[in-house]
DNA sequence: AGGTACATGTAACATGTTACATGATTCC
DNA sequence: GGAATCATGTAACATGTTACATGTACCT
């Protein structure tokens, strides 16, 4: 349930047409929430029809013409309370680490590559994020600059570094290339991981 | 598309029925990979018809009847498969990181007292893996251990590191409760932020 | 006979993804 | 008038969540 808050404070920082809002959730808002074209559409058409933002007045035809939605005080209020309620953190969701696991069992062939593919990536996301820094918070946290903004930039900075950092470890401890394991045929061998369930 | 290997996974290691998954789902592979039993009976019926899983043979009613699945080489070969082959990493998606820019709009009305929550539970669940480690890796990666088990255990451990190191900071350096910002009528005052679109 | 734990499922809905459709505007 | 870009949308499907339904086994 997080989309339509997403879109409420994007609005709120600018009101903007629905193509608006794709192009700053591939940019700002999308580094840590990202959403297509099509879900941007139909929440925008559910927000308008609970009364949370309405579309500005237009003239002349309506489709392929612009929209541009500003959010009404009964959004301003959802986005309030949404924004101090309770809401536990999401559990680890990374299709990375179970690929890990799986290549416990069914061997390592093509991880390695793989795995410093991801290095790659995550130090370019890193060097953007800190070239982000750079430019808006050239002082640090210390100066005037809204410590909320740079708590989030903090953390997209923090993850980054530690996914360099994990991932530059990994490799190095990958044994060279046994590729597969055992190999078993049709349900044999299974036995060999048995009772190492991990982490638990 | 992750749950189905995750559960090609998880029987696997060992052979299981619906329910025996769903607990397994509830320790080791979710802390990385969650699901319901109802997606979990959900995709093992669809993975017996493609032919990846079977279950093993039954005598008497089957209804309310444990039904324990094992891996065909089909499955285990679309395993192998799947894990050597290129996945771009998922997007950071992290409602709090939004939240904190929703509060950057709003006001932080709430927003410290969810965050200490926060800090309390990501600290309860590093000490967890934590202890796990103690258990299964005692002296470290250089024993017999496995590389790979213990690369997502770090994964882990690192991950809830970095979420305590980054809002013990960030509730340091939240002020102490203006609560509200100017907060205006209808759409007005909204200017305040327009520019700082951060991080982008 | 009733309660509890075990065990498998259905149904409805919310959210996210992929492919495609349509109209308006601008430039050549 | 054709291509590219801007702009809004539909449709179909995959995945995840929530609530509920049903039967078995065991204990008291």
Redesign the pocket.
Known sequence: ????HAILTALLEQPS??????RRFDRSIGFFW??????I??E???LETTGLIRALPQS?????????YEVLPAGRAELARWTGAEDDPRPI?DPLLLRLRAAAVVGTAGLDAELRRHLDLHRAQLAHYEAIGRRDFPAGEGDGADPLQYAVLRAGVGLESFWVRWLAETVESLPPAPALPPAPGPAAGVRSVEGSENPS
């Open positions: 349930m997080s989309l339509p047409s629905g193509l608006e809002l794709t990202s959403a297509t074209h099509q879900q559409y139909r925008l058409g559910r002349g035809p309506v489709r392929g013409q612009k929209k541009e969701r």
